[in-house]
């Protein structure tokens, strides 16, 4: 059973930084793609960065691009997600995925790829204005 553990979450004032992390547990899982979505409240889960395993290929939702970095630690099986410049729109639930589906430029954000992805529990994030 692979299960996904995100932590890292927390309030922070607007301008500030979190990292959040995602240890997968099942080291013999391999994926082809992991992912950080989010949910606002009152929103549909939308993806905030992905990662192709296979080359390397990062890929990030416009908005936060210059302030968001996903990296895969992979000795230690962990998934991070660097988050600079914190503003009140990225107020949400995070969550880290992984899947067996792989990613490219053209449906990283799509459904598909990630239709039988392993979801975490999700870690919130407040930025306060």
């Known amino acids: 059973q692979v299960q996904l553990v995100e932590s890292g979450g927390g309030l922070v004032q607007a301008g500030g930084s979190l990292n959040l992390s995602c240890v997968v547990s099942e080291v013999t899982f391999r994926a082809n793609s992991m992912g950080w979505f989010r949910q606002a409240p009152g929103k549909q889960r939308d993806i905030v960065a992905a990662?192709?395993?296979?080359?390397?290929?990062?890929y990030y939702k416009g908005s936060v691009r210059d302030r968001f970095t996903i990296f895969k630690d992979n000795p230690k099986n962990t998934l991070w997600l660097r988050m600079n410049s914190l503003k009140p729109d990225d107020t949400a639930v995070y969550y880290c995925?992984?899947?067996?589906?792989?990613?490219?430029?053209?449906?990283?954000?799509?459904?598909?790829?990630?239709?039988?992805?392993?979801w975490g529990q999700g870690t919130r994030v407040t930025v306060s204005s």
């Open positions: 995925a992984a899947t067996s589906g792989v990613i490219y430029s053209g449906n990283f954000q799509e459904d598909l790829p990630w239709r039988d992805a392993y």
């Open positions: 990662i192709n395993e296979n080359d390397g290929t990062k």
